[in-house]
């Protein structure tokens, strides 16, 4: 922590007031951010990523103390604390996952191996991402349930009993138990819950009938074998927090999910699997919250780090959320169902390496030095050009000022390795390589946004951009040409929104149960009784949580389409099915489908196949943080410096300004450069800039304009 | 280096942003498309392509992400022979900017009857510049078989309604006379409406987006790039080209006779003949067309050709013509693999997955960076249907089979998967069908010892099992009995693949050929998909990984024992010193 926030005197201020500190918590390869608020005051902080894997949370850990410190309060103080993880995400990539039994159906024992029998496409060489669970740990037991939920084999409880006394004294962590049509009869998965319980006492279990009751063996299973292979990982990881309970923390800690919202430690621990997308998400639920308060309802958000894009479209303020989603470095035709934020992600970061291949053509990824050892520039050994080399020797990363407070630049060994890869074999002067290299770049993120959006049936040119990130501000506005989108807006703190996000985001969980009826002759009181079952099991979370069921926000739709289909249209409905409610839901169906995709057939079969409810709660904190902020503008300084920046081919003068000293109302022109602890921002020549009321950047064409 | 023209050195940059500009929009061509298509089966298998060519025309760029690798070369060979064949019959009709030629004709550029092909010329300010193409399998063009794919079929004519080239739309409209009288030979006319639509509509996007482009960067840098994406890809291939020994390579695969086939043998004849910068894939040798629809057209031949030949190229270069500029192919009409009028061909693409198994055998023996052992071979495809003695309603249902996929120089080939031009077609979950139709699937597991050994094992092929509830008719194009997919460089060949009725006839197991067959309710079919091929000497897989392999179920005790020279206590640890002993005395006998 080497550069003071500017807000520090304000938020002393309203600490000696006594005023409840709310922190938020990323942690990335390279920094960990802290976010703490004091009322509506906001500080950010970045310290440095040390521990990585299950040690990890030593980062946050320090972090908090180093914080509190620097800040002046105590841990007592504290009455919000959440975090966002990659704890989830890395044991899968890096293959640290918990050792896990999985009891499944005799003769399905393959299908979290077979992946709905996925190849890799275009390759002779091909290789398929390995199970969560090795064969040998995959155990099948003679039952059988059929399509109709009746028991057609019955459990063989001496098999179980064999398998289970087999594993007694091995190693394994924890059991997953998944059999085929148990969303529909759940019998026999409790019936081997109970024999594993009285087997082991504290083994770990999840089961697919409460934790994924859809159909689709695969997708049950994956979901249920990952979740039961990160509990163990999860726990102790949360574990370790007790050291900052001893240190006088009392406040309930919660962990961001994929979905959106945060769930607590406790039931963290028993659903994992859920915050598996924990980074990504809680930047995108920031970049919704400041998209509404600038009045945008569109926005596409994008966040680049080291490695990757992680680009998303938020529609009319929303952030959406599919059911189910696909697991990193798993193909998306076997999901897991899941609630998650619809994010794609595209491999351009600011470690992405330019490489110029046999024919003397240059790429930009999808390999990247991610953030160890990162850029040449970092002087951490790094010996391949990236893309932050090449805004190193733009002139657009300066290296008067350390990146994050923390990483001193060094533009000559940026300058050595774009020279040795791109620049000689291109023949062409390293400054034009750079530029290749941005261009190349913004360039593959542009085509990857636009496949998102007609993959989604949006025009882009119709958005704003939003990016944050580390190295999204110094690639939005050329990636925003690409796409044809003439605004772009960088929120206050864009290198640290992720952490921001989880200040905002809601509690939140979703349950499902797939039925699959004809919606011509459903029985409306079983539906309901489904409906009410998760509403049940709703309250009991949140009870646990300690949110009152009153505050609760229950919403339900239903997955509807043709029978015969593959695939479902989710439908919204009230909170309480009757006949009526049926054939309303069936005609916004009809609806629906001819909005979607261009023809309704009212005369076919309508199959209700699986039932939502999410459950949300919205904390009263969130509103202050909506108010423009209290804190006192410091009067605009002039350009800190100028320097020599390469663009449209040419060296060119910029000013360069600090973030924190731009006053709102007040337009600049570029070419500038804006500096702040967390971000670097360039405008390029022919755009204009502003800070809005809520301290947002706001930059458009100057072309547009007129 | 390669060099290359002063077109891409000159703007490398430029070159790689307008490249990769230009890939985007056949990707959007192919969004476009499964997103307004009307069948589910397109929206969620997306059995479909899109192209770009130039004005020549020679493909430049496809979808290849948002589009499976079935119809790589469909389109490829199409456009020429259709514009050509248009042209000369129809001299006053020229096309005109908005008109699109349609055709399904597996004798005019293409496959079966079902893919249909929508061509629309690209014009800027009233210069041809191009072709935007898309073709698309659609759900049901008449004929003797629901859906189209019938194994007894005698002649073409028996396999649906033919398309030749005609204009079907003007002025970016669909002619209502011609879309009434093709959807009045559909059992799905719906469907198959909905989905020329969307063919139209990705079409209209195309030309749009390359308005886009041409606006921005200008006419002549646009037409130049398409250019130069040629020349990258010919040069990616020559390059490769360059590295292979001269000589001649030849492979033959002998496919024993079934009822396609009528009685005969057929052989797939191929011989690589490399000269310097001359490569010639001649397949001169191969047997005759044959009597039922497992022949191949020209199209089906030019997709595996340039499967195998993209495979090589890598991920980064465009699937294009460029990749066929350096190359002669010879694959004489008449045959199985070139197929004439009046054959019936609505099967053709289990012959043209053989001859993908053909070419990486023998690119294999050259061109060691990408070599791997067999797969499958053949497209695995069956179909039940019957009546609900309950309800009196009919049911249907089509599937096919991943099998084991080849091994290669670092890794074991996959276990139970859709490969090669299959790749991306997803399997349908069991609580899916068992929903939908009355059968039960009792399993979908893995074959122990179906791979074929090596120092990298081939991967396993599946086993399904159905148990129906109600008698069904069962239609089938039968696994080869005969076909081993093989191993290379010393590994064995995958298991053969075969479909069973469990307890009937003979051993009480009743072998499957192709055709139809009444299976009773009750009664259990298992089908069997054919392992990989292995790579490498199996004395020299290393020894743990034999033993995880026993210990996971994917190779017996016995085969770690007698095939890779490993022997295991019982309760399943390596025993060094026993096998040590094997292996040495193994490699005794070799020397």
Redesign the interface.
């Given at each position: 922590m080497s550069e003071k926030p500017p807000t520090n005197n304000n938020l002393q201020s309203s600490i000696q007031e006594r005023e409840d500190i709310k922190i938020g918590i990323d942690t990335g390869g390279t920094f960990v951010d802290v976010v703490v608020a004091v009322g509506a005051d906001i500080t950010v902080m970045k310290f440095p990523s040390v521990y990585h894997g299950e040690e990890g949370a030593h980062n946050l850990h320090q972090a908090i103390v180093d914080a509190s410190r620097e800040l002046g309060f105590t841990l007592h103080d504290v009455d919000i604390l959440r975090f966002g993880t990659t704890l989830a995400v890395n044991a899968i990539l890096e293959r640290k996952l918990a050792k896990t039994l999985l009891l499944t159906t005799?003769?399905?024992?393959?299908?979290i191996?077979?992946l709905?029998?996925?190849?890799?496409?275009?390759?002779?060489?091909?290789?398929?991402p390995r199970p969560f669970i090795?064969?040998?740990l995959r155990e099948e037991v003679s039952e059988?349930i059929?399509?109709s939920g009746r028991v057609?084999v019955p459990l063989n409880v001496e098999q179980v009993q064999s398998i289970l006394s087999q594993y007694q004294n091995s190693d394994v962590e924890s059991v997953a138990i998944s059999l085929?049509?148990s969303?529909l009869n759940p019998a026999h998965e409790e019936q081997i819950e109970a024999m594993v319980r009285a087997n082991w006492s504290n083994m770990e279990i999840s089961r697919s009938s409460t934790l994924a009751p859809e159909?689709?063996?695969?997708?049950r299973t994956l979901t249920t074998a990952l979740n039961a292979s990160l509990i163990p990982i999860t726990k102790r990881y949360l574990r370790s927090f007790d050291s900052l309970k001893g240190q006088g923390l009392t406040c309930p800690i919660f962990v961001m999910q994929s979905n959106g919202g945060v769930i607590n430690e406790e039931l963290a621990g028993q659903r994992p699997v859920t915050t598996i997308m924990s980074g990504p998400t809680a930047g995108i639920v920031a970049a919704g919250f400041v998209a509404r308060n600038a009045g945008l309802p569109n926005v596409i958000s994008m966040d680049v780090g080291g490695t990757s894009c992680d680009a998303a479209l938020i529609v009319n303020g929303k952030v959406p959320v599919a059911p189910e989603g696909a697991v990193p470095g798993y193909p998306s035709?076997?999901p897991i169902k899941v609630a998650m934020s619809e994010i794609s992600s595209i491999a351009i970061g600011g470690g992405s390496i330019a490489w110029v291949?046999?024919?003397?053509?240059?790429?930009v990824g999808p390999e990247s030095q991610g953030s160890m050892p990162g850029p040449a520039c970092y002087g951490r050994g790094g010996n391949l050009p990236t893309v932050t080399d090449a805004n190193v020797v733009l002139g657009i990363i300066g290296s008067s000022r350390k990146l994050g407070g923390k990483i001193k630049v060094q533009p000559q060994l940026a300058w050595d390795v774009i020279s040795e890869h791109v620049a000689k074999?291109?023949?062409?002067s390293v400054e034009?390589a750079a530029?290749?290299i941005i261009?190349?770049a913004t360039?593959?993120i542009a085509?990857e946004m636009?496949?998102m959006s007609?993959?989604r049936?949006i025009d882009p040119r119709e958005f704003t951009l939003l990016p944050f990130g580390g190295a999204g501000p110094n690639l939005a506005v050329p990636a925003a040409a690409e796409l044809g989108v003439t605004e772009v807006i960088i929120p206050e703190y864009p290198g640290a929104l992720s952490a921001y996000g989880l200040l905002l985001a809601d509690v939140r969980h979703d349950y499902a149960r797939t039925r699959?009826v004809d919606a011509a002759n459903a029985n409306v009181d079983e539906l309901e009784s489904l409906f009410l079952a998760m509403g049940e099991q709703a309250r009991l979370d949140s009870n646990l949580e300690g949110i009152p069921s009153g505050e609760l926000h229950l919403s339900r739709t239903v997955d509807v389409r043709y029978k015969?289909?593959?695939?479902c249209l989710p439908i919204p409905c009230s909170n309480h099915i009757t006949e009526q409610e049926m054939v309303r839901v069936t005609e916004t169906f009809h609806q629906e489908h001819g909005r979607v995709?261009?023809?309704s057939?009212p005369g076919e079969a309508v199959q209700f196949v699986t039932l939502r409810l999410t459950c949300s709660f919205h904390p009263s904190h969130v509103q202050r943080l909506a108010e423009p902020s209290h804190k006192s503008m410091q009067d605009s300084v002039g350009p800190v410096e100028s320097r020599r920046i390469y663009i449209g081919m040419k060296w060119v003068n910029s000013k360069v300004m600090d973030r924190h000293n731009m006053r709102s109302g007040s337009e600049i022109a570029g070419p500038i450069v804006i500096e702040q602890m967390d971000a670097t921002t360039f405008i390029p020549p022919g755009y204009v800039a502003e800070v809005d009321r809520r301290k947002n950047l706001r930059i458009r064409s100057a072309m547009m304009d007129r | 280096m390669i060099t290359l023209s002063s077109r891409i050195s000159e703007d490398p940059i430029l070159f790689e942003v307008l490249k990769s500009g230009l890939q985007n929009v056949a990707e959007e061509m192919a969004l476009t498309l499964r997103k307004t298509a009307y069948s589910p089966n397109l929206r969620t298998r997306g059995d479909m392509t899109s192209v770009i060519f130039n004005a020549e025309p020679a493909s430049v760029v496809q979808a290849t992400r948002y589009a499976p690798p079935v119809h790589a070369g469909t389109v490829a060979s199409i456009v020429p022979r259709v514009l050509q064949w248009y042209e000369s019959r129809h001299p006053k009709d020229a096309l005109q900017p908005g008109d699109m030629l349609c055709t399904n004709d597996p004798f005019i550029g293409g496959t079966h009857r079902p893919d249909t092909t929508l061509i629309m010329p690209y014009y800027v300010s009233g210069h041809l510049t191009g072709y935007v193409v898309n073709v698309v399998h659609h759900t049901d063009i008449g004929g003797n078989t629901r859906g189209g794919l019938a194994p007894d079929a005698r002649d073409c004519f028996e396999e649906g309604l033919n398309i030749p080239p005609i204009k079907l739309v003007r002025n970016n409209e669909i002619d209502p006379q011609i879309l009434t009288l093709i959807c009045g030979n559909s059992r799905t006319p719906e469907d198959f409406a909905g989905d020329l639509r969307a063919q139209v509509a990705a079409n209209i996007t195309g030309a749009r987006r390359l308005n886009h482009l041409v606006e921005r960067y200008g006419f002549s840098t646009v037409t130049d790039t398409m250019e130069s994406t040629l020349e990258y890809t010919r040069a990616k291939m020559c390059s490769i080209i360059s590295t292979l020994p001269n000589g001649d390579f030849r492979k033959r695969m002998t496919l024993s006779p079934d009822s396609c086939s009528g009685g005969r043998e057929v052989d797939l004849c191929l011989s690589i003949i490399h000269r310097d910068d001359k490569l010639t894939l001649d397949f001169t040798g191969t047997s005759p067309q044959i009597s039922g629809p497992r022949n191949a057209t020209l199209a089906n031949s030019i997709t595996a050709i340039l499967y195998v030949l993209k495979a090589m190229v890598g991920p980064e270069v465009p699937l294009n013509r460029g990749l066929l500029d350096p190359i002669e192919v010879v694959l004489p009409p008449g045959t199985v693999i070139n197929a004439l009028p009046p054959v019936p061909t609505s099967l053709c693409w289990d012959i043209s997955a053989s001859l993908v198994e053909l070419l990486i055998q023998v690119f294999s023996e050259i061109y060691p960076e990408r070599s791997a052992g067999a797969s499958k071979g053949v497209v695995a495809n069956y179909g039940f249907n019957g009546v609900e003695s309950a309800t009196g309603k009919p049911f249907v249902w089509y599937e096919s089979m991943g099998g084991g996929t080849g091994a290669c120089s670092t890794h074991d080939g996959i276990d139970g998967a859709q490969i090669h031009i299959q790749a991306g077609s997803p399997d349908v979950p069991c609580e899916e069908v068992e929903m939908a139709v009355p059968v039960r699937q009792m399993r979908l597991q893995f074959i122990e010892d179906s791979g074929g050994a090596g120092e990298f094992r081939g991967g396993l092929g599946l086993a399904r099992e159905y148990e129906f509830l109600e008698d069904v008719a069962f239609s089938v194009t039968r696994f080869d009995p005969l076909w081993t997919p093989p191993g290379i460089r010393g590994g064995l060949p995958g298991a053969p693949g075969r479909h069973v009725i469990v307890g009937r006839g003979p051993g009480e197991q009743e072998i499957l050929t192709t055709g139809t067959v009444l299976i009773k309710a009750s009664e259990r079919l298992r089908i069997e998909t054919p392992g990989g091929g292995g790579y490498g000497d199996p004395v020299h897989r290393a020894l743990q990984a034999v033993a995880d392999d026993v210990r996971s179920g994917k190779v017996s005790v016995e085969a770690a024992r007698d095939v890779y020279k490993v022997v295991l206590t019982p309760s399943g640890e390596l025993d060094v010193a026993e096998t040590n002993k094997l292996r040495s005395s193994k490699e005794e006998v070799n020397t």
């Open positions: 005799e003769g399905y024992r393959d299908s191996e077979l709905r029998q996925w190849a890799p496409q275009y390759t002779i060489t091909g290789e398929r090795p064969r040998h059988r059929g399509a057609i085929v049509f969303f159909m689709g063996e695969t997708e035709v076997s291949d046999d024919v003397g053509v240059l790429h074999p291109l023949g062409l034009d530029a290749g261009r190349v360039n593959t085509n636009r496949l007609v993959s049936g699959a015969g289909q593959l695939y995709y261009g023809y057939a | -």
